[in-house]
């Protein structure tokens, strides 16, 4: 069973940095494509970044310059590095890996963001 597990969220005051985590139970799944998303309360849940084969990456407008997606080289894990955090980054994040035609996702890490 694929098991993707989240770690690193917290709160912060803007303009700080997280860095979040994310890894399979096992290094015998390997993703084509991984992503993160996130949700607020009442909001449909929205692309923040997403990393595909050859490293190939693209990210929500809104985060653009901020956010830094990467991934480990057996395609089983997947960071996003957040800086100059704003307000509006908060909310729940969500790890997402492709794999045997369909998604697989963690359970979600909570960012706050503070004024």
């Known amino acids: 069973q694929v098991q993707l597990v989240e770690s690193g969220g917290g709160s912060v005051q803007a303009g700080g940095s997280l860095r979040l985590s994310c890894a399979a139970s096992s290094n015998i799944f390997s993703f084509s494509t991984m992503a993160w998303y996130r949700q607020t309360p009442g909001n449909q849940r929205e692309l923040v970044a997403r990393?595909?084969?050859?490293?190939?990456?693209n990210y929500a407008d809104s985060v653009k310059g901020r956010f830094n997606i990467s991934r480990n080289k057996a395609y089983s894990a997947v960071y996003l590095q957040m800086n100059s955090l704003r307000p509006n980054d908060t909310g729940v994040y969500y790890c997402?890996?492709?794999?045997?035609?369909?998604?697989?996702w963690g359970q979600g890490t909570q960012v706050t963001v503070s004024s």
């Open positions: 990393i595909a084969g050859g490293g190939i990456t």
């Open positions: 997402s890996g492709y794999y045997r035609g369909r998604d697989h």
